[in-house]
């Protein structure tokens, strides 16, 4: 999916979703949570976008702050109404 977005070309989805994904140096993780997430969402049929937002300091890992910039990113973009949180080491089968 080009840009981390995928829209269905057989129906029209009833919402649109943004999916904040907060990162720091997990690639393996985050190859496998794209490949996975694109695999399942893709075959719902679901209007999504999805953000993976890095923290790019050697501070501690700031899950919070990285989701709050996260929201604040999607929504300057789009008017999403459903926001899933997640983690990338949490893999979607289903």
Do not use: W
Not at 38 to 45: D, K, N
């Amino acid at each position: 999916m080009p840009g981390g977005h995928f829209r269905p070309k057989e129906c029209t989805s009833r919402h649109r979703v943004a999916i904040l994904i907060p990162y720091r140096n997990r690639e393996d993780n985050l190859k496998v949570f794209i490949y996975n997430i694109h695999r399942v969402l893709a075959r719902q049929q679901i209007d999504y976008s999805v953000f993976v937002i890095e923290q790019g300091d050697t501070k501690d890992f700031n899950r919070a702050k990285l989701l709050n910039v996260g929201f604040l990113q999607s929504t300057a973009l789009y008017d999403y109404r459903c926001f899933v949180f997640h983690d990338v080491d949490l893999v979607p089968v289903d």
